[in-house]
């Protein structure tokens, strides 16, 4: 088997692990604090990919100030106990493996802090498959996954259209197109088909036998 793209770049949450006990945890804390109703758990699955700052303004209705007290009070409950109620997706080491094994170059590319997302890697144990993570700065608001996947293509000298992004969002699925890479939505994460539809998906894996067929091709 050999790799079917020069690189292949992974989102985290959704795609690597589930990570919804965490984040859930950490928001509810963040509200509490906040005094805000706690949204239905179909909103709070919503507020995983995107920057969280985005998604307190999209669906609380905070303005920019309380946004980011929002957003200090999550990471202050997430970077003490949320972040680490993670677990990899079932058989997600092996895929990781098969495609070292097989040549692959991997990345992760992530709205995660770059100041958690290696402690999240290594906590899960995967860290050494990859060869890259690329991850915004602490308070870094922007929103748009192409920036952190220009900077890995750049960064690891690859062109968009020999790469893929592998994400579970429309953010990771807007991301690519705007990138010009490819892209692959995994359904067993957090977003919905049609979102990554209607930002220019078009291939897409319902477990990781499908992810990996999509990666990899005979020799």
């Not at 859930?24 to 805000?36: D, G, H, V």
């Not at 995660?112 to 993570?133: A, C, D, R, S, W």
Request: net charge negative; proline share 5%; glycine share 8%.
């Amino acid at each position: 088997m050999k790799p079917k793209y020069d690189l292949m770049m992974f989102d985290l949450d959704g795609t690597l692990t589930d990570s919804s006990g965490g984040i859930f945890e950490s928001i509810k804390y963040s509200l509490n604090k906040m005094n805000c109703p706690i949204p239905e758990e179909k909103t709070l699955r919503k507020f995983i990919g995107p920057p969280l700052f985005q998604s307190f303004r999209k669906y609380c209705g905070m303005d920019d100030e309380a946004a980011n007290r929002a957003d200090s009070y999550f990471r202050k409950s997430y970077y003490e106990t949320g972040a680490f109620n993670n677990t990899l997706f079932p058989h997600m080491e092996e895929l990781l493996k098969d495609l070292k094994n097989a040549g692959a170059n991997l990345a992760v590319v992530t709205s995660k802090p770059i100041t958690i997302t290696p402690k999240v890697l290594e906590f899960v144990k995967v860290t050494q498959y990859f060869n890259g993570i690329f991850a915004p700065d602490e308070g870094e608001h922007s929103g748009r996954k192409c920036l952190l996947i220009n900077d890995c293509l750049k960064t690891l000298k690859v062109k968009p259209e020999n790469a893929v992004m592998i994400g579970d969002t429309h953010f990771d699925a807007a991301g690519a197109r705007e990138s010009g890479t490819n892209f692959i939505g995994v359904l067993f994460g957090f977003g919905s088909k049609q979102e990554m539809v209607d930002e220019g998906g078009k291939v897409f894996a319902r477990d990781l036998d499908e992810l990996k067929s999509s990666l990899l091709e005979n020799s």
